[in-house]
C-alpha cells in the first residue's frame, strides 16, 4: 500500500513534464536523472515493473497451492460433520447457557497471508469473553495457533490458559486432535466449553461459528429446564452404567469430535481464504504493472521527443 | 465389556474416554495386515505443542511427538476383545 502511493506520487511528478511540454514550455523533471543528464530516467520504473511482476508470480503460484490443499481437506471437512451430528440431535444445542466458567477455545492458523479469517475468529472470541463476563463469572482462553496467541496477546494475556501450536506439521487427522482435546479436558476446569471457528460453506464465504459443549453437571442443571436434555431420561442405559458416567463419556466424546470437524473446517476456511487473497493481490499487481507500464511509456516518449527537439533546435540554429 | 463395578477401571486409573477410545483404536490398527497396516498408523501420528501460561507468561512449550504408537500400550492391563478375530 505504501508502494501504491509512493507509486501514484511518481505518477505525478513525472505527469508534469508531459503537461508541460504539451504546453510548450521546456521544463523537465530533474527529479529522477542525475545531475546534469537530460532525459527522465526511465530505470526506477522498470525496476519497480520487475518487482511487481515476481509478486504477481508469487501470487499465483501461492493461489493454486492453496487450491489443491483445500481440495484435499475439503472432503475430510464434509465427511466429519457426520460426527458431531447424532450429538446434536441427542444434546441440542446451548449456546445460551448460563454457566460460571466458561472457557473459549478459538481456532486459528499458523501461517498468514489468508485474509481476515483469524481476525473475526479473534473478535468473536472478545465478543464471547465480553458476553460472558459478570460477577461470578469468568471467561479463560485456550488458543490454538499462532495467530489467534498473537493478537490476544496484547490484551487479554492474564486471561489465556493455554496455547497450541504446530498442529499442521502431519495432516490432521483424528488422533492428533483427540490428544490435544484430552490436554485441554485435564488442563482446564470448565462448565461451559466454546469451540470457535470459521466453518467452511463455499469457496468464497467463511462463516465464524461457535460450538458450546457443557460438562456433565451443567447438563443436568439444564435437564431440569425442560428441552431436549430433559427427555434424556427417557432413554434406557444399558450396562451396569450409571447416567452420570455415560454423560461423562459422551461430553469428552463429543468434545473430542466437534474439535475435529471444527479443526478441519477451519483448515478448509483457512486454504479458502488464502486463495482468494492471492487471487486478489495477483489482480492488484496485475493493475499496478498496468499503470506503471503506461507511466514507463510516457516517460520514455517524453525523453524522445525531447531528444527530438533538442536536435532540430540546433539543427535549425546552425542552419539558421 | 468393559464395566463391571460402579466406575469402568480406566476411569478409575485417570483416563479419560478419549484415551481409553485411542487406546483401543490403536491396538485395532495394529491388528492388521501390512500394507494397510502402514497406512493406518500413518493416521496416528501426533504432533502438536502445548504451552501452559501461568499469570500471563507462557511456560517452555512442551513438545508432544508420538510417533506411531500410543505411549500406554505397554504399560496398562489390555482388555481382551473376543470379536475381533478376523483381523
Same mark, same amino acid.
Given at each position: 500500500m505504501a508502494m501504491a502511493a509512493a507509486l501514484r506520487r511518481e505518477g505525478r511528478r513525472l505527469a508534469q513534464p508531459i503537461n508541460a511540454l504539451q504546453s510548450h514550455s521546456s521544463l523537465i523533471s530533474q527529479d529522477q536523472a542525475p545531475h546534469g543528464a537530460r532525459s527522465i530516467s526511465t530505470q526506477i520504473?522498470?525496476?519497480r515493473m520487475k518487482s511487481v511482476k515476481n509478486i504477481q508470480k508469487i501470487t499465483k503460484a501461492m493461489k493454486m497451492v492453496a487450491a489443491s490443499k483445500?481440495?484435499?481437506?475439503?472432503?475430510? =471437512?464434509?465427511?466429519?460433520?457426520?460426527?458431531?451430528?447424532?450429538?446434536?440431535?441427542?444434546?441440542?444445542?446451548?449456546?445460551?447457557?448460563?454457566?460460571?466458567?466458561?472457557?473459549?477455545?478459538?481456532?486459528?492458523?499458523?501461517k498468514g497471508l489468508c485474509g481476515g479469517i483469524n481476525s473475526t475468529s479473534v473478535k468473536i472470541s472478545?465478543?464471547?469473553?465480553?458476553?460472558?463476563?459478570?460477577?461470578?463469572?469468568?471467561?479463560?482462553?485456550?488458543?490454538?495457533?499462532?495467530? =489467534?496467541?498473537?493478537?490476544?496477546?496484547?490484551?487479554?494475556?492474564?486471561?489465556?490458559?493455554?496455547?497450541?501450536?504446530?498442529?499442521?506439521?502431519?495432516?490432521?487427522?483424528?488422533?492428533?486432535?483427540?490428544?490435544?482435546?484430552?490436554?485441554?479436558?485435564?488442563?482446564v476446569e470448565y462448565d461451559a466449553l466454546r469451540i470457535v471457528f470459521n466453518k467452511f460453506h463455499s469457496v468464497v464465504s467463511f462463516l465464524p461459528t461457535v460450538s458450546t459443549i457443557l460438562s456433565p453437571e451443567v447438563i443436568e442443571k439444564e435437564a431440569e429446564a425442560g428441552g431436549k436434555l430433559g427427555e434424556l431420561d427417557s432413554y434406557e442405559i444399558e450396562g451396569g452404567e450409571t447416567k452420570s458416567e455415560i454423560l461423562q463419556n459422551l461430553a469428552d466424546f463429543q468434545f473430542s469430535c466437534v474439535m475435529y470437524n471444527a479443526v478441519l473446517e477451519n483448515a478448509c476456511s483457512e486454504q479458502g481464504a488464502r486463495m482468494s487473497a492471492m487471487d486478489s493481490s495477483s489482480r492488484n499487481a496485475g493493475d499496478m504493472l498496468d499503470r506503471l507500464t503506461l507511466t514507463y511509456n510516457r516517460t520514455r516518449q517524453a525523453s524522445i521527443t525531447t531528444e527530438l527537439i533538442e536536435i532540430i533546435s540546433g539543427a535549425s540554429a546552425l542552419t539558421g | 465389556?468393559?464395566?463391571?463395578?460402579?466406575?469402568?477401571?480406566?476411569?478409575? /486409573?485417570?483416563?479419560?474416554?478419549?484415551?481409553?477410545?485411542?487406546?483401543? /483404536?490403536?491396538?485395532?490398527?495394529?491388528?492388521?495386515?501390512?500394507?494397510?497396516?502402514?497406512?493406518?498408523?500413518?493416521?496416528?501420528?501426533?504432533?502438536?505443542?502445548?504451552?501452559?501460561?501461568?499469570?500471563?507468561?507462557?511456560?517452555?512449550?512442551?513438545?508432544?511427538l508420538f510417533s506411531s504408537s500410543y505411549p500406554f500400550t505397554d504399560s496398562i492391563i489390555i482388555p481382551t476383545f473376543n470379536s475381533f478375530s478376523d483381523y
Open positions: 520504473v522498470r525496476n483445500l481440495r484435499a481437506v475439503q472432503t475430510r =471437512a464434509e465427511n466429519s460433520r457426520g460426527l458431531w451430528q447424532p450429538f446434536t440431535a441427542l444434546l441440542g444445542d446451548n449456546p445460551s447457557a448460563d454457566v460460571k466458567k466458561n472457557v473459549v477455545v478459538t481456532i486459528s492458523s499458523d472478545r465478543i464471547l469473553h465480553k458476553l460472558n463476563s459478570g460477577p461470578d463469572k469468568e471467561t479463560k482462553y485456550v488458543l490454538l495457533g499462532e495467530k =489467534a496467541k498473537v493478537q490476544l496477546v496484547r490484551d487479554s494475556k492474564k486471561d489465556i490458559e493455554l496455547t497450541l501450536t504446530e498442529l499442521q506439521k502431519n495432516p490432521l487427522n483424528y488422533t492428533q486432535v483427540s490428544v490435544l482435546a484430552d490436554d485441554i479436558l485435564k488442563n | 465389556m468393559a464395566s463391571s463395578g460402579a466406575v469402568p477401571f480406566w476411569r478409575a /486409573a485417570g483416563m479419560t474416554y478419549i484415551t481409553y477410545s485411542n487406546i483401543c /483404536a490403536n491396538l485395532v490398527r495394529n491388528c492388521l495386515k501390512e500394507p494397510h497396516k502402514a497406512e493406518a498408523l500413518s493416521r496416528e501420528k501426533v504432533h502438536f505443542s502445548l504451552s501452559k501460561w501461568v499469570d500471563g507468561k507462557p511456560e517452555k512449550p512442551s513438545m508432544l
